[in-house]
């Protein structure tokens, strides 16, 4: 079924109409622009690493966004990929349970 041009401008004409009294919401990614990176930077600001997963639990944004800024902030040196997702660069790497070779490194020597 082929509709006409002016079937069609009458459509979008009336869809217009019907939402021109509402008041125009945010944008999609209209925030703060530091916001996300903020956000990432403090999660793993205590020290231990976490994945893309782990740091959008605690922050609450998305996991693809998280996944995105995380990468980016790699790239820039802000935080360093560890055994186990990443961490803020500089820090000791946070030892991983059940890791056979942090365990033998936290021994004491006999």
Do not use: I, W
Not at 26 to 55: F, I, K, S, Y
């Amino acid at each position: 079924m082929r509709l006409s041009r002016d079937y069609l401008f009458t459509g979008a004409c009336r869809v217009a109409r019907q939402h021109a009294d509402r008041a125009p919401g945010p944008r999609r990614g209209a925030h703060d622009p530091g916001a996300t990176r903020t956000a990432v930077l403090e999660a793993l600001a205590g020290g231990n690493a976490m994945t893309a997963g782990e740091v959008a639990s605690a922050t609450g944004l998305g996991r693809g966004t998280v996944s995105t800024t995380l990468s980016k902030l790699a790239k820039s040196g802000a935080v360093t990929k560890a055994a186990r997702g990443y961490q803020l660069a500089g820090q000791a790497p946070a030892s991983v349970p059940g890791d056979a070779a942090s365990a033998r490194s936290e021994q004491p020597a006999r």
